[in-house]
C-alpha cells in the first residue's frame, strides 16, 4: 500500500486558518491519477473519520458536514502534492489528521502514516 506523508499541523487560534500539506516521495501530479487523496482525522478518544476526498480524474471533492464550506482540498500541482485549506478552525477540529490514497471508510485502511497535528485554542 502507498503512505503519503502529512505536514502543515500546528497550533491556532480558533478563527484562525492552516494549510496541510500531504505528498510522497516519487509522486508527481500525473501520480494522482491514478489515486483519489483523502483526509481523515482522529480527535483523543474518537474514532478517525473522513474529513475531505478529491478524485483526479473528475476534479470531485467530497467534505465532511461537520467541514463544509470551511475546509478546502484541492491539487498543489507546483509542489507535487493535494493540500487541505483549513479556515475558520473550531476547537472540534483539534485532531491528527492524516491523508491516504484512499476515500473509502477510515476503517478500510491500514497504511497510514504519523499524521500532522492540528491544535486549536479557543
Known amino acids: 500500500e502507498v503512505q503519503l506523508v502529512e505536514s502543515g499541523g500546528g497550533l491556532v487560534q480558533a478563527g484562525g486558518s492552516l494549510r496541510l500539506s500531504c505528498g510522497a516521495p516519487?509522486?508527481?501530479?500525473?501520480?494522482?491519477?491514478?489515486?483519489?487523496v483523502g483526509w481523515f482525522r482522529q480527535a483523543p478518544g474518537k474514532e478517525r473519520e473522513k474529513v475531505s476526498c478529491i478524485i483526479s480524474s473528475s476534479l470531485q471533492t467530497y467534505y465532511a458536514e461537520s467541514v463544509k464550506g470551511r475546509f478546502t482540498t484541492a491539487f498543489d500541482n507546483a509542489k507535487n502534492s493535494v493540500y487541505l485549506q483549513m479556515n475558520n478552525l473550531k476547537p472540534e477540529d483539534a485532531a491528527v489528521y492524516y491523508c491516504a490514497p484512499y476515500c473509502g471508510d477510515a476503517n478500510g485502511w491500514g497504511a497510514w502514516g504519523q499524521g500532522t497535528q492540528v491544535t486549536v485554542s479557543s
Open positions: 516519487g509522486f508527481t501530479s500525473d501520480t494522482y491519477y491514478d489515486y483519489p
